[in-house]
Antibody, heavy 120, light 106 residues
Framework: QVQLQESGPGLVKPSETLSLTCTVSGGSISNSYWSWIRQPPGKGLEWIGYIYYTGSTNYNPSLKSRVTILVDTSKSQFSLKLTSVTAADTAVYYC??????????????WGQGTLVTVSS | DIQMTQSPSSLSASVGDRVTITCRASQSISSYLNWYQQKPGEAPKFLIYAASSLQNGVPSRFSGSGSGTDFTLTISSLQPEDFATYFCQQSYSTPHTFGQGTKLEI
């Protein structure tokens, strides 16, 4: 079955760019939508955005000015870049597939998550 | 954005209890409502889609209901492995939004 694994630096300095990669294994990255979701420590979940394997994207307006999601089908990877980070961007970042049935969709499976701390 | 509000924020229960968690949307989302379970240090696990359809492999003691703005997740007989935090999520429109979570404690 499809598995996802996040990778990237666990510590980013304020004002710099957070960069993470999600590697998809056990299935094809094609014909699916892929998403990033984050969770600040002890808090709820925030959807960041998604990308289709063709490269089309949809971002959360609250982050849109700072977010870029890209896909590399040759490597079965998609990535997240978040610019001008502050302490408020400290969170566990998850990648997930958007699965669907007829008119409905949901996030499944998820990666294990990676904690990114913004601190100098 | 569609706001999702869960109640209660936390709930104490015992093994064997029947529990119900409520999720309310700030506007009608038809049946575009998903439920997830999250245990400490783990990623959320998908449980229910379309408000009431169980994901394959999810025990039948879990059930979901509702449409429009009001939804419920019910666990008919709590098992030790069910103590976790539960989140609802609307897939009616972007940005996809989640409830703040309900922590189910012993």
């Amino acid at each position: 079955q499809v598995q996802l694994q996040e990778s990237g630096p666990g510590l980013v300095k304020p004002s710099e760019t957070l960069s993470l990669t999600c590697t998809v294994s056990g299935g094809s990255i094609s014909n699916s939508y892929w998403s990033w979701i984050r969770q600040p420590p002890g808090k709820g979940l925030e959807w960041i955005g998604y990308i289709y394997y063709t490269g089309s994207t949809n971002y959360n307006p609250s982050l849109k000015s700072r977010v870029t999601i890209l896909v590399d089908t040759s490597k079965s990877q998609f990535s997240l870049k978040l610019t001008s980070v502050t302490a408020a961007d400290t969170a566990v970042y998850y990648c997930a597939r958007i699965d669907s049935s007829t008119y409905y969709n949901w996030f499944d499976p998820w990666g294990q998550g990676t904690l990114v701390t913004v601190s100098s | 954005d569609i706001q999702m509000t869960q109640s209660p924020s936390s709930l104490s229960a015992s093994v064997g209890d029947r529990v119900t968690i409520t999720c309310r949307a700030s506007q009608s989302i038809s049946s575009y409502l998903n439920w997830y379970q999250q245990k400490p240090g783990e990623a959320p696990k998908f449980l229910i889609y379309a408000a009431s359809s169980l994901q394959n492999g999810v025990p039948s003691r879990f059930s979901g209901s509702g449409s429009g703005t009001d939804f419920t997740l019910t666990i008919s007989s709590l098992q030790p492995e069910d103590f976790a935090t539960y989140f609802c999520q609307q897939s009616y429109s972007t940005p996809h939004t989640f409830g703040q979570g309900t922590k189910l404690e012993i």
